[in-house]
Protein backbone atom coordinates (compact mmCIF):
# COMPACT_ATOMS: atom_id res chain seq x y z
CA UNK A 1 0.00 0.00 0.00
CA UNK A 2 1.31 3.30 -0.85
CA UNK A 3 2.78 5.41 2.15
CA UNK A 4 0.19 8.09 1.26
CA UNK A 5 -2.95 6.73 1.91
CA UNK A 6 -5.56 7.30 4.14
CA UNK A 7 -5.47 3.21 4.81
CA UNK A 8 -1.11 3.52 5.64
CA UNK A 9 -1.85 6.39 8.03
CA UNK A 10 -4.85 4.55 9.63
CA UNK A 11 -2.83 1.38 10.24
CA UNK A 12 0.30 3.18 10.98
CA UNK A 13 -1.43 5.39 14.05
CA UNK A 14 -2.98 1.71 14.77
CA UNK A 15 0.13 -0.32 14.95
CA UNK A 16 2.18 2.36 17.03
CA UNK A 17 -0.73 2.40 19.61
CA UNK A 18 -0.41 -1.58 20.03
CA UNK A 19 -3.80 -1.68 18.82
CA UNK A 20 -5.97 -4.31 16.71
CA UNK A 21 -8.53 -3.09 13.95
CA UNK A 22 -11.24 -4.54 16.87
CA UNK A 23 -9.85 -2.42 19.58
CA UNK A 24 -9.70 0.26 17.42
CA UNK A 25 -13.17 0.34 16.22
CA UNK A 26 -14.87 0.14 19.43
CA UNK A 27 -12.63 3.20 20.88
CA UNK A 28 -14.00 4.64 17.49
CA UNK A 29 -17.34 3.74 17.81
CA UNK A 30 -17.28 1.59 14.29
CA UNK A 31 -16.88 -1.76 13.12
CA UNK A 32 -13.58 -3.48 12.80
CA UNK A 33 -14.61 -4.37 9.30
CA UNK A 34 -14.72 -0.48 8.33
CA UNK A 35 -11.05 -0.07 10.08
CA UNK A 36 -10.12 -3.28 7.79
CA UNK A 37 -11.74 -1.68 4.49
CA UNK A 38 -10.25 1.83 5.38
CA UNK A 39 -6.39 -0.06 6.22
CA UNK A 40 -7.01 -2.14 2.89
CA UNK A 41 -7.66 0.43 0.54
CA UNK A 42 -11.89 -0.55 -0.10
CA UNK A 43 -12.73 2.75 1.57
CA UNK A 44 -12.08 6.27 1.17
CA UNK A 45 -12.95 7.99 3.86
CA UNK A 46 -13.42 11.65 4.49
CA UNK A 47 -10.95 14.18 6.34
CA UNK A 48 -13.17 14.24 9.09
CA UNK A 49 -13.72 10.11 9.12
CA UNK A 50 -9.99 9.68 8.96
CA UNK A 51 -9.37 12.14 11.81
CA UNK A 52 -12.05 10.68 14.01
CA UNK A 53 -10.93 7.36 13.53
CA UNK A 54 -6.71 8.49 14.04
CA UNK A 55 -7.67 9.87 17.09
CA UNK A 56 -9.28 7.17 18.38
CA UNK A 57 -5.83 5.95 18.12
CA UNK A 58 -4.20 9.03 19.67
CA UNK A 59 -3.17 10.23 16.55
CA UNK A 60 -4.10 13.26 14.39
CA UNK A 61 -3.76 14.52 10.65
CA UNK A 62 -2.25 17.67 9.63
CA UNK A 63 -4.16 19.82 6.56
CA UNK A 64 -3.36 23.09 5.59
CA UNK A 65 -4.85 25.31 3.34
CA UNK A 66 -2.64 26.82 0.41
CA UNK A 67 -3.84 29.13 -2.50
CA UNK A 68 -3.85 27.56 -5.80
CA UNK A 69 -0.65 27.80 -7.56
CA UNK A 70 0.91 28.85 -4.30
CA UNK A 71 2.67 25.02 -3.99
CA UNK A 72 5.78 25.49 -2.48
CA UNK A 73 5.97 22.20 -0.74
CA UNK A 74 5.30 20.24 -3.76
CA UNK A 75 9.22 22.25 -5.17
CA UNK A 76 11.48 19.32 -4.44
CA UNK A 77 15.01 20.49 -3.22
CA UNK A 78 16.54 17.20 -4.57
CA UNK A 79 15.29 14.28 -6.55
CA UNK A 80 17.14 11.16 -7.23
CA UNK A 81 16.03 7.83 -8.47
CA UNK A 82 15.90 4.75 -5.62
CA UNK A 83 18.32 2.20 -5.46
CA UNK A 84 17.29 -0.87 -7.34
CA UNK A 85 16.34 1.25 -10.50
CA UNK A 86 19.65 3.08 -10.47
CA UNK A 87 21.59 -0.43 -10.51
CA UNK A 88 19.12 -1.53 -13.64
CA UNK A 89 17.80 -4.06 -11.18
CA UNK A 90 13.90 -3.20 -11.68
CA UNK A 91 12.03 -5.75 -13.33
CA UNK A 92 8.58 -5.56 -15.79
CA UNK A 93 6.73 -5.51 -12.33
CA UNK A 94 9.06 -2.94 -10.18
CA UNK A 95 7.62 0.25 -9.18
CA UNK A 96 9.88 3.77 -9.32
CA UNK A 97 11.44 4.81 -5.68
CA UNK A 98 11.63 8.49 -6.00
CA UNK A 99 14.29 9.81 -3.04
CA UNK A 100 13.35 13.78 -2.60
CA UNK A 101 14.76 16.70 -0.43
CA UNK A 102 11.66 18.05 1.21
CA UNK A 103 10.40 21.24 2.21
CA UNK A 104 9.99 21.88 6.53
CA UNK A 105 6.25 20.94 7.10
CA UNK A 106 5.50 19.60 3.64
CA UNK A 107 2.71 17.26 4.91
CA UNK A 108 2.04 13.40 3.77
CA UNK A 109 -1.03 14.35 1.72
CA UNK A 110 1.26 16.64 -0.82
CA UNK A 111 3.90 13.25 -1.10
CA UNK A 112 0.73 11.59 -1.92
CA UNK A 113 -0.09 14.02 -4.46
CA UNK A 114 3.42 14.01 -6.34
CA UNK A 115 3.45 10.11 -6.12
CA UNK A 116 0.22 10.14 -8.32
CA UNK A 117 1.30 12.56 -10.42
CA UNK A 118 4.30 10.58 -11.07
CA UNK A 119 2.28 7.63 -12.04
CA UNK A 120 -0.02 9.42 -14.21
CA UNK A 121 3.46 10.86 -15.69
CA UNK A 122 5.35 7.37 -16.50
CA UNK A 123 2.47 4.99 -16.23
CA UNK A 124 4.29 3.36 -12.87
CA UNK A 125 3.37 2.67 -9.47
CA UNK A 126 5.84 5.37 -7.65
CA UNK A 127 6.95 5.29 -4.02
CA UNK A 128 8.02 9.41 -2.94
CA UNK A 129 10.50 8.39 -0.04
CA UNK A 130 11.79 12.00 1.78
CA UNK A 131 15.36 11.49 2.01
CA UNK A 132 14.66 12.31 5.75
CA UNK A 133 12.73 9.20 6.58
CA UNK A 134 15.35 6.90 5.81
CA UNK A 135 16.60 4.79 8.47
CA UNK A 136 20.26 5.16 10.24
CA UNK A 137 21.25 2.14 9.37
CA UNK A 138 20.57 2.05 5.49
CA UNK A 139 20.96 5.79 4.43
CA UNK A 140 24.82 6.40 3.23
CA UNK A 141 24.09 3.11 1.02
CA UNK A 142 20.90 4.22 -0.20
CA UNK A 143 22.26 7.70 -0.77
CA UNK A 144 25.65 6.99 -2.64
CA UNK A 145 23.43 4.57 -4.75
CA UNK A 146 20.79 6.81 -5.74
CA UNK A 147 20.74 8.85 -9.30
CA UNK A 148 20.45 11.82 -9.24
CA UNK A 149 17.54 13.66 -11.80
Given at each position: MN?????FLLRQARERAALTQAELARR???RQSAISAVET???DPGVGTLRRLLAAAGFDVELRL??????????LRRTRIGEHVARGEAGGSSDLDLLVELPARTSILTLGRIAREVER?????TDVVPEAALRPEV???????AVPL
Open positions: ATTPGAGTGLRIAAGDRSEDRIVGVERARVLAE
